[in-house]
């Protein structure tokens, strides 16, 4: 956890932070062993919880998976977003959006990241709950934390993110 430039590692404050959020002190992996990836081809998967198709980049055992199509809007003006956004390690190219939407001014592809190969994936997953003045965020996001992004963070803005892995059989 992260408030005011410093790291905080007194659990008693951080389970207090965290305390109500759904996401946190996940012990138990969130999804039924039956569940399974499925590769439509070497170059295209699909969740077991969303119909989505996902494109597929390897890279030895780092496996980067792409929405097919942007689902994900971002508010650049938003300081929210914008921290939300830097705590990423992978992501994709924002495409700007036209003027007069009114929802946001980027749209971009998810992009979720596992390790492992075609028999078994561990999904890097981060649980995240950001605290700044005017605005509160909390969420599971299957990526990987980007070391630098705390850097970013005002005297203000206090940031806690718990790192785990989930595991999935490609079936």
């Known amino acids: 956890m992260f408030t005011h430039h410093a790291e905080i590692k007194d659990t008693a404050v951080i389970n207090h932070y965290v305390a109500g959020s759904k996401f946190f002190n996940l012990q138990n992996d969130p999804f039924d062993p039956s569940d399974h990836l499925t590769f439509e081809s070497e170059d295209t998967v699909v969740f077991p919880w969303t119909s989505t198709k996902f494109s597929v980049t390897r890279t030895d055992d780092l496996f980067l998976f792409y929405s097919k199509i942007p689902c994900v809007y971002i508010d650049m003006t938003t300081r929210l977003d914008i921290l939300v956004d830097t705590l990423l390690k992978y992501k994709d190219r924002k495409i700007p959006v036209p ?30 709950k ?33 790192s785990f892995s989930i595991h999935l059989r490609p079936g």
């Open 99 to 128: 003027s007069g939407t009114n929802l946001c001014n980027y749209i971009t592809r998810e992009v979720i990241v596992a390790h492992g190969n075609f028999q078994e994936l561990e999904l890097s997953s981060l649980s995240l």
């Open 130 to 162: 950001i605290s700044l003045p005017g605005g509160y965020f909390s969420e599971k996001l299957l990526n990987e934390l980007y070391e630098g992004a705390m850097y970013g963070y005002g005297s203000y803005d206090t940031v806690a993110v718990q």
